[in-house]
């Protein structure tokens, strides 16, 4: 059985770095995609970066590029979130997840995760 599990949130101030990271379990992963969504008060859950567990490739969304760096050590079985400059709207509920399916969902747009973890709280203070 697949298992996710986030480390790393915490409070931190406008402009601090924060490293998120999911240890991924269960089985091999090959093709399959691993990503960070995340959820704010009152607001939907929304994709923040993927990455093919197979080649590394990475891909972002547009509120996240440039700050946030998506990253995955295959040996260590685990998925980083480096999130620099942070702001307060970057603050949410971040959740890891696995896309049996690869990363076409993502290129789609679709997002159709498989494997959800429990959720990590970052809260960016002004």
């Known amino acids: 059985q697949v298992q996710l599990r986030e480390s790393g949130g915490g409070l931190v101030q406008h402009g601090d770095s924060l490293k998120l990271s999911c240890a991924a379990s269960g089985r091999d992963f090959g093709s399959w995609a691993l990503g960070w969504f995340r959820q704010a008060p009152g607001k939907e859950r929304e994709f923040v970066a993927g990455?093919?567990?197979?080649?590394?490739?990475?891909y972002y969304s547009d509120s996240v590029k440039g700050r946030f760096t998506i990253s995955r050590d295959t040996a260590a079985s685990t998925v980083d979130l480096q999130m620099n400059n942070v702001k307060p709207n970057d603050t949410a509920v971040y959740y890891c997840?696995?896309?049996?399916?690869?990363?076409?969902?993502?290129?789609?747009?679709?997002?159709?995760?498989?494997?959800w973890g429990q959720g990590t709280q970052v809260t960016v203070s002004s």
């Open positions: 990455i093919s567990w197979y080649s590394g490739t990475t």
């Open positions: 997840a696995a896309d049996s399916g690869g990363t076409l969902g993502i290129v789609l747009g679709k997002y159709e995760f498989d494997f």
